[in-house]
Nanobody, 124 residues
Framework: QVQLVESGGGLVQAGGSLRLSCAAS????????MGWVRQAPGKERAFVAGISRRGDNTYYADSVKGRFTISRDNAKNTVYLQMNSLKPEDTAVYYC?????????????????WGQGTQVTVSS
């Protein structure tokens, strides 16, 4: 199993940047594909970004492509989400998730482990 703890959320003005971190417990972090999923008020959870086990493949939702960057440091058991050019519509709770299964990281069903979430609020 793996436990996930997000940090780095907060309040930022439109056009600003934030960097989310997700620290994972355990010594098998590198065996998990990782992803970030967000849930805006009144909406369902939606895929944001995903990354392969070694970090050599990344995937993004169209809404964040070119603005957000997912990365990981397997030596530190941490995955990151660098968010630039933030927009008010990026306001959401951001969840880190780990996948030990096959299947597209764009689907929530691929993830077996979730963090508690961190709030990101972008003011206009």
């Amino acid at each position: 199993q793996v436990q996930l703890v997000e940090s780095g959320g907060g309040l930022v003005q439109a056009g600003g940047s934030l960097r989310l971190s997700c620290a994972a417990s355990g010594r098998t972090f590198s065996t998990y594909r990782m992803g970030w999923v967000r849930q805006a008020p009144g909406k369902e959870r939606a895929f944001v970004a995903g990354i392969s086990r070694r970090g050599d493949n990344t995937y993004y939702a169209d809404s964040v492509k070119g603005r957000f960057t997912i990365s990981r440091d397997n030596a530190k058991n941490t995955v990151y989400l660098q968010m630039n050019s933030l927009k008010p519509e990026d306001t959401a709770v951001y969840y880190c998730a780990a996948s030990a299964m096959y299947g597209s990281l764009r689907l929530q069903s691929a993830y077996g482990y979730w963090g508690q979430g961190t709030q990101v609020t972008v003011s206009s």
